[in-house]
Nanobody, 122 residues
Framework: QVQLVESGGGLMQAGGSLRLSCAAS????????MGWFRQAPGKEREFVAG????????YYADFVKGRFTIARDNAKKAVYLQMNSLKPEDTAVYYC???????????????WGQGTQVTVSS
């Protein structure tokens, strides 16, 4: 079992930065690939960024490449999403999730956090 708790969301002006954190419980955190997803009102949940269990492999949705960075600290059982150059269209609830495989497919992820709201004003 893995429990995930996100934090760090909030209200930010366009062009600003936020850092999301996801704290995990469980003894096997490093064996899980981690992903960040987001869901805007009226839209489907979409993949944002992912990272392998070791942290050696990262992958991103095209719309965040060059702006967002995912990282993890296995000793602290945490994963982070640094978001720079925020745009109003980044407004969404952001979720972290854990999977036993590296994937962009949300259906494959086994564990999910409760989400944290990010609102970007123009």
């Amino acid at each position: 079992q893995v429990q995930l708790v996100e934090s760090g969301g909030g209200l930010m002006q366009a062009g600003g930065s936020l850092r999301l954190s996801c704290a995990a419980s469980g003894r096997t955190f490093s064996s899980y690939a981690m992903g960040w997803f987001r869901q805007a009102p009226g839209k489907e949940r979409e993949f944002v960024a992912g990272i392998s269990g070791s942290g050696g492999f990262t992958y991103y949705a095209d719309f965040v490449k060059g702006r967002f960075t995912i990282a993890r600290d296995n000793a602290k059982k945490a994963v982070y999403l640094q978001m720079n150059s925020l745009k109003p269209e980044d407004t969404a609830v952001y979720y972290c999730a854990a999977s036993t495989v590296v994937t962009k497919r949300s259906s494959v992820y086994d564990y999910w956090g409760q989400g944290t709201q990010v609102t970007v004003s123009s």
